[in-house]
């Protein structure tokens, strides 16, 4: 069975810092491209950022040079470190793969930017 279970998610004031953790079960985890997600309030949810099986890492507009996506296979886990962050970085983060002809996602947690 496949899960994926997100950490790290918290209220942070403008400028602040998180990351993120991902934890991936059931899955062959270092053959797969391990995406972020995100779904701001009343809005659709979007790409963040991905890392592919090699490392080779792709960023969403406003998230490249303040977000870091990375990955250690050794222990099945995904990470995101978010710097900087502002308002509109407020959404509930999701961990992804497509694997075995499906997107699997974990339950997602919540970042908040607040003053």
């Known amino acids: 069975q496949v899960r994926l279970v997100e950490s790290g998610g918290g209220s942070v004031q403008p400028g602040g810092s998180l990351r993120l953790s991902c934890a991936a079960v059931g899955i062959n985890f270092s053959i797969y491209t391990m995406n972020w997600y995100r779904q701001p309030p009343g809005k659709q949810r979007e790409l963040v950022a991905n890392?592919?099986?090699?490392?080779?890492?792709n960023y969403a507009d406003g998230a490249a040079g303040r977000f870091t996506i990375s990955r250690d296979n050794g222990r099945r886990r995904l990470y995101l470190q978010l710097n900087n962050l502002n308002s509109e970085d407020t959404a509930v983060y999701y961990c992804?793969?497509?694997?075995?002809?499906?997107?699997?996602w974990g339950q997602g947690t919540q970042v908040t930017v607040s003053s």
């Open positions: 890392i592919t099986s090699a490392g080779n890492t």
């Open positions: 992804n793969v497509n694997a075995r002809g499906r997107a699997f």
